[in-house]
């Protein structure tokens, strides 16, 4: 059994993650979960989730899981690609689980899937992500990647 | 010249743009820009910009040109498929723009592609937004749609 | 037990699934496969099979189901939106197999996704294609729609 | 102006370019065209162009840029990631033309994007391809990479 990181992405004082009031209730190499009640701060006009909510969920449960799969490896992981479909509409008051396992996890790329859920374990949204593995003595936007989930840090 | 709701779409009292902080600064059917201050709530956990983030924008600005549009015919939208290319990363401190403009608009679905660009104009990432047209007498979610672009609201 | 009519596909004199070869072994509307033996007219300058393949053969389960659940419905579908992501590389001779099941199908549109294996049932490729759910008696590209699988045909 | 390999793509006996008829008018490392008549190989169950040519099309243009790009480097490319968006319904005579134009080309992935076009210049199908740049000296799918447009071949 793959160790679980969710207790210290939680514990990350500031981020997206926070910002969106999202929990991680497991965090391994191998399946990435989280939770999340829909406040305001999560919709747009019409009054129902933001796309974006659905997209940038997806997006941190594959990140987190493949990051975790790299770790070891020497490696980090930056995201390439994100496509999101939208299946059902939710509004405030909703909780919404979500729950991401791997489809490839290679030495240059990654390809996580992920499912958004709603109270009723109905598909609100599903989505790929793709991502790069560097090694971790290459840059990232010009300075060394000391993440959260990197020794030492 | 399209008319432009940027206005009223930042004095939005809450939602995701507020939560993230973007503002709009053109809104119309043919054309919609954003701008955005890079801060500690878009990051993701190695300190660079939350794909999420640049998601989330691609979606607001696609679908607020795409609402516009559907708005004088009757009809709202809802975005059905999001995919985004993540070309640079980007960290704290910096701002950014976005630009969506319209692929195609038609009666029953609409396509608008969207760029992320940092301060040099260089592209941070790119997606198209796929959205479907409803009318607006037609359901969302259980109830009638009353979005802050429509009649009377 | 949903009714299946690959051997109605598979009697079609020509088309795209003719040129590519493929056979479809399952066509209902609550999952479609097909398999597929590699041969020249498959490979990309690299001596590989090209990405329009797997993009072509996760195109083709996704709408043959879509297009079965529609049509005791009167209607038919035409797709909106595919996005494969290509996993493993495959060379001349190998023989591959596809799969697709639904995410959602309603009224307006559908969701389905597919995956391409080959003979060790490893992954090459997986996507999702997004239809759009037509009432038989409007147009499509100006005609009214015949499609093979349509009462009368 | 950088080289065009058109004529050499072209001279290819064999593969998917030949079995769907495209024949490449332009194949630089910054743009690359192809033009296509629609014939019945091209055809879905409705009678319009099957969405894997589109995807395919556009999956051939943005690899051979990429791989142009790429040569002098060292490298070769392979193909990650295919999302198209699907524009207007396409039948039978009609001429397609492709056109593709690379977004980023790094040093360890690139992204091309493509757009298909009728007769009257209007779009028919755009999409975006992720690839991946892998070292000449590095094996793929367990043999060293030997392409069409490889120096030596």
């Known amino acids: 059994m793959s160790q679980d990181f969710s207790q210290r992405m939680n514990e990350l004082p500031e981020g997206w993650l926070q910002a969106m009031g999202v929990t991680i209730t497991l965090a391994t190499q191998d399946e990435v979960r989280a939770e999340l009640r829909v406040g305001t701060e999560h919709l747009q006009g019409y009054g129902i989730v933001h796309g974006g909510v659905h997209c940038g ?3 941190s449960l594959a990140s987190i899981g493949a990051a975790l799969f790299a770790m070891p490896r020497g490696q980090h992981v930056v995201g390439l690609e994100n496509n999101t479909s939208f299946i059902r509409a939710v509004r405030a008051g909703a909780k919404l689980k979500a729950v991401s396992t791997p489809i490839t996890r290679g030495r240059r790329t990654q390809v996580w899937e992920a499912r958004v859920l709603d109270e009723k374990d109905q598909v609100v949204a599903t989505g790929r992500v793709r991502l790069l593995c560097i ?15 990197h020794p030492g840090t």
């Open 135 to 149: 090694e971790n003595d290459q840059a990232l936007a010009g300075e060394q990647v000391q993440g959260v989930l």
């Open 57 to 59: 969920l997806i997006e």
